[in-house]
């Protein structure tokens, strides 16, 4: 019997650096400690786009402009509890321009946040799809950098 795929709503944090270096924000997975992007279930009454701003808070502490186009979207299998089971998720991702990030979140307790170079992010981050996901954001932002400088 196949199971039913879930939709989750992830944001990729980004932020330019004073010298206009991109980072990205990656936080821990709760069990495992895996490298991922802020992501949830979509919560009642808000789009995508801000479900996925909602969670980016919760876990990272973040907020600012969130693109209200996806930029993709990534597969996993998420154990919903101790005795294995599990549903196959599939994460929608939104761009998150991070206009500040607060002394203290929800989740603060619960995950490491760490804002890392994209080379970086990209060694850290251990799913195919996600990886996948985040080297083609990193590519398209380097292309618009390079159109928008004289």
Not at 88 to 96: D, K, T
């Amino acid at each position: 019997m196949k199971h039913p795929v879930r939709v989750q709503y992830g944001a990729l944090p980004y932020r330019f650096s004073h010298d206009a270096a991109l980072e990205i924000l990656l936080v821990t997975t709760r069990q495992s400690r895996q490298w991922i992007i802020p992501k949830g279930w979509p919560i009642k009454g808000l789009r995508p786009a801000k479900s996925a701003a909602r969670e980016a808070f919760e876990e990272a502490g973040v907020r600012g402009r969130v693109g209200a186009k996806s930029i993709g979207l990534f597969s996993y299998k998420k154990m919903l509890d101790g005795n294995g089971v599990g549903v196959n998720c599939e994460v929608r991702v939104f761009p998150l321009l991070v206009k500040r990030q607060s002394e203290t979140w929800p989740e603060i307790e619960q995950r490491v946040v760490q804002w890392v170079a994209p080379d970086r992010a990209l060694t850290l981050i251990k799913d195919p799809g996600l990886k996948a996901l985040v080297a083609a954001f990193v590519k398209r932002i380097a292309v618009a950098a390079s159109k928008s400088t004289p």
